[in-house]
């Protein structure tokens, strides 16, 4: 059993580097980021901008700009200002995809999958989807609000630090594995 374990927290390790590398090779990312090389596995890179989108999207901000500029030029501030929001959502749902089908991945090499934590896992899956939805038919319609956006990277980020810390889980449960004496495997 022990042993079973063990291959099974390398390969999961082993497959979810090979997904890293492969968004790694998709994406080139800066030396100089938040995601250096060694977070890089479940970092979320719309956390890092979710304060930069709270100023544009701010309703003070976009007043002080329509007072200052001709209104065609504040118009065009404000549709780059939904587009860039548009973008974000996108790059959210890129986010949450890419970490459910590393937790499915987790989820299917483990030795013991709980019902529960599948369930929750489908009701996080439902929530998430239902909200991305909901925004992107508000963002459709002109309305860019905020707050449902914030909540949103909440659920993604949430996600990466759970998917994290089971993996790290796993891996510490392998490490016990091979430490114990061979009489007792």
Known sequence: MTTLLIIAGIVVLG?????VYREGKRKALPVNTA????????SCGHHA???QLRQALDSADLEYVKNRVKPR??????EERRRIA????EALHEDFTRLMRAAQLVAALSPEVEATLEWRRFRL???FHLKYRILAAKFAMGAVPFAPLEKLATIVSSLAM??????NEIG???LRGQEQPLSTR
């Open 15 to 19: 497959l979810l580097a090979g997904l």
């Open 35 to 42: 995601e250096s090389s060694e977070d890089i596995g479940f």
């Open 49 to 51: 901008n979710l304060a």
């Open 73 to 78: 030029a504040a118009r065009r501030f404000r």
């Open 86 to 89: 548009r973008c974000y959502l």
């Open 125 to 127: 899956n439902l929530e």
């Open 162 to 167: 759970d998917l994290e810390r089971v993996i």
């Open 172 to 174: 510490a449960a392998s």
